[in-house]
């Protein structure tokens, strides 16, 4: 099955600069990669997703690219803003019951 | 629209205890799912359902038992109670396969502890 290992898994930066969260899986099968977004105490929610046939996929402040061949995917946050404090998951799947997720980053941003 | 809806917010049991976590979604969705997130942890799959009638199981299975006999409820039951059980406990649904353009939509997740 997929096994997906995140890093770092806390990450501090000052307001304005930029954060990028790694996160890579095991399964060459893997097709759909969904970022979630976590903030104490809530649900998650999805962020960002990006599917195998796309290298890079931005929303304003926030992309999300992929390396198919090293297996890897990360999460690129710019600008950061007090409110972007959370913890992010990763998470890779090639099918319903095969969604692995990370096991999260908490990011701090400091004004 | 409520979206996912869970009961109870929170919840105490003894082992050996048994009890019910309730889902239900208003969005009309096929999918439905149940994770539990351990402390630090991200999230694991328990049980998944495509449709009513359908149920079928996720990474973590063990210990749970899950129905789907309408669209909208996907209640997970916990039979003898045990610590490894104390978690956070989400539902979550997708009108499609969970994927580009189908977005898993959590509830607000039932708190759970085993003493």
């Known amino acids: 099955g997929e096994n997906v290992e995140q890093h770092p898994s806390t990450l501090s930066v000052q307001e304005g600069d930029s954060a990028v969260i790694k996160c890579t899986y095991s399964?060459?099968?893997?097709?759909?990669f969904p970022w979630y977004k976590q903030e104490l105490g809530k649900r998650p929610q999805l962020i960002i997703d990006i599917r195998s046939n796309v290298g890079e996929k931005k929303d304003q402040r926030i992309a999300v690219t992929l390396n198919k061949t090293a297996k890897h995917f990360s999460l690129h946050i710019t600008e950061t803003q007090p409110e972007d404090s959370a913890v992010y998951f990763c998470a890779a799947t090639s099918g319903i019951n095969d969604m692995r997720f990370g096991a999260g980053t908490r990011l701090t941003v400091k004004p | 629209n409520a979206g996912v809806t869970q009961t109870p917010k929170f919840r105490i049991l003894k082992i050996g205890q048994s009890m019910t976590l309730q889902c239900t979604q208003d969005?009309?969705?096929?999918?439905m799912y149940w994770y539990r997130q351990d402390p630090g942890m991200g999230l694991k799959l328990i049980y998944y359902?495509?449709?009513?009638?359908?149920?079928d199981k996720g990474e973590v299975p063990n210990g749970y038992n899950v129905s789907r006999s309408t669209t909208e409820d996907f209640p997970l039951r916990l039979e003898l109670a045990a610590p490894s059980q104390t978690s956070v406990y989400f539902c979550a649904s997708s009108f499609g396969l969970a994927g580009p353009g189908d977005e898993q939509f959590f509830g607000p997740g039932t708190r759970l502890t085993v003493l």
């Open positions: 399964d060459s099968a893997s097709n759909y």
């Open positions: 359902s495509v449709g009513a009638g359908i149920t």
């Open positions: 969005m009309n969705h096929n999918y």
